[in-house]
């Protein structure tokens, strides 16, 4: 059984870096396209960034040019680096993981906050 645990979550001024990360274990993390998601309070749960076993990237328009996603396979962990941060990129942010043809797995999220 496949699970994500994700860390690196915090409190952060606007403007400020945060790197979130996700460990995964439980069956071969290299065959896996990784993700991460967030939701916003009151808000539908939405796509921040991919990265596909081949190392192709793919991210929302919101966040390009600030947020890096990048994995290391030797590490079975999946990153996310978080530049100039905005309030409006406050939301609990999730790790996925996706194989095709069965169910995604979901890490338990963890909270990112940007204020001052």
């Known amino acids: 059984q496949v699970q994500l645990v994700e860390s690196g979550g915090g409190l952060v001024q606007p403007g400020g870096s945060l790197t979130l990360s996700c460990a995964f274990s439980?069956?071969?993390?290299?065959?896996?396209?990784m993700g991460w998601y967030r939701q916003a309070p009151g808000k539908q749960r939405d796509l921040v960034a991919t990265?596909?076993?081949?190392?192709?990237?793919n991210y929302a328009n919101s966040v390009k040019g600030r947020f890096t996603i990048s994995r290391d396979n030797a590490k079975n962990t999946v990153y996310l680096q978080m530049n100039s941060l905005k309030a409006e990129d406050t939301a609990v942010y999730y790790c996925?993981?996706?194989?095709?043809?069965?169910?995604?797995?979901w890490g338990q999220g963890t909270q990112v906050t940007a204020s001052s």
């Open positions: 439980g069956s071969s993390f290299t065959i896996y396209t």
């Open positions: 996925h993981a996706r194989l095709s043809l069965i169910p995604p797995y």
């Open positions: 990265i596909t076993s081949g190392g192709s990237t």
